[in-house]
């Protein structure tokens, strides 16, 4: 319905860690799922991770072992737990919401990983 706010990135160096959170201001009762997408430089927009709201999860295979995604029903938010960083997880990453009406996104959150 509205767009989601989305906080959490940041400028990090490699190995370390970043949690980015997205609140949707829609009932839970309307959200098929969430997600979270990135736009590297000069890229378009991939998947990063995504989980329903039974709990399934779907991951990009470039963040599989470091990346973590949950949600919290309760406060309708997505988060995603970025560990062991790398410079090429750079770009700004974009909470998606998948509702039963349609999809929106988020203004996109800058995450910059420096070797």
């Given at each position: 319905q509205v767009?989601?706010?989305?906080?959490g990135?940041?400028l990090?160096?490699a190995?370390g860690?970043?949690?980015?959170?997205?609140?949707?201001?829609?009932?839970?009762?309307?959200?098929?799922?969430?997600?979270?997408?990135?736009?590297?430089?000069?890229?378009?927009?991939?998947?990063?991770?995504?989980?329903?709201?039974?709990?399934?999860?779907?991951?990009?295979?470039?963040?599989?072992?470091?990346?973590?995604?949950?949600r919290?029903?309760?406060?309708?938010?997505?988060?995603?737990q970025m560990?062991?960083?790398?410079?090429?997880?750079?770009?700004?990453?974009?909470?998606?919401?998948?509702?039963?009406?349609?999809?929106?996104?988020g203004?996109?959150?800058?995450?910059t990983?420096?070797?």
């Amino acid at each position: 319905q509205v767009q989601p706010v989305e906080s959490g990135g940041g400028l990090v160096q490699a190995g370390g860690s970043l949690r980015l959170s997205c609140a949707a201001s829609v009932s839970i009762s309307n959200i098929k799922a969430m997600g979270w997408y990135r736009q590297a430089p000069g890229k378009q927009r991939e998947l990063v991770a995504t989980i329903s709201t039974g709990g399934s999860t779907n991951y990009a295979e470039w963040v599989k072992g470091r990346f973590t995604i949950s949600r919290d029903n309760a406060k309708n938010t997505v988060s995603l737990q970025m560990n062991m960083l790398k410079p090429e997880d750079t770009g700004v990453y974009y909470c998606n919401v998948i509702l039963w009406t349609g999809v929106v996104w988020g203004q996109g959150t800058q995450v910059t990983v420096s070797s």
